[in-house]
Nanobody, 115 residues
């Protein structure tokens, strides 16, 4: 059974930092392209960042330079370090595991940026 479990969300003030984690089980984690997506109220889900099995990364323009995605294949865990958070980063953040024939999602973790 495949499970992606996000953690690390919460309430943070503007300018603050959070680190999200996604613990994966039931998949050969190292072979998957992993990604973080987010969905704000009333908006479509958007891709935040991704990392391939080979370690190549990509970022949405809105987070580039502030967020860092990384993976630890030994721990089957994906991370998202979020710095200089803004109110517009408020959303539910989802972990995604992708192969050409497989696509898995976690249930999400809420991030709220507010003073």
């Amino acid at each position: 059974q495949v499970q992606l479990v996000e953690s690390g969300g919460g309430l943070v003030q503007p300018g603050g930092s959070l680190r999200l984690s996604c613990a994966a089980s039931g998949i050969i984690f190292s072979t998957y392209t992993m990604g973080w997506y987010r969905q704000a109220p009333g908006k479509q889900r958007e891709r935040v960042a991704g990392v391939t099995s080979g370690g190549s990364t990509d970022y949405a323009d809105s987070v580039r330079g502030r967020f860092t995605i990384s993976r630890d294949n030994a721990k089957n865990t994906l991370y998202l370090q979020m710095n200089s958070l803004k109110a517009e980063d408020t959303a539910v953040y989802f972990c995604n595991a992708l192969l050409p024939w497989m696509n898995y999602w976690g249930r999400g973790t809420q991030v709220t940026v507010s003073s």
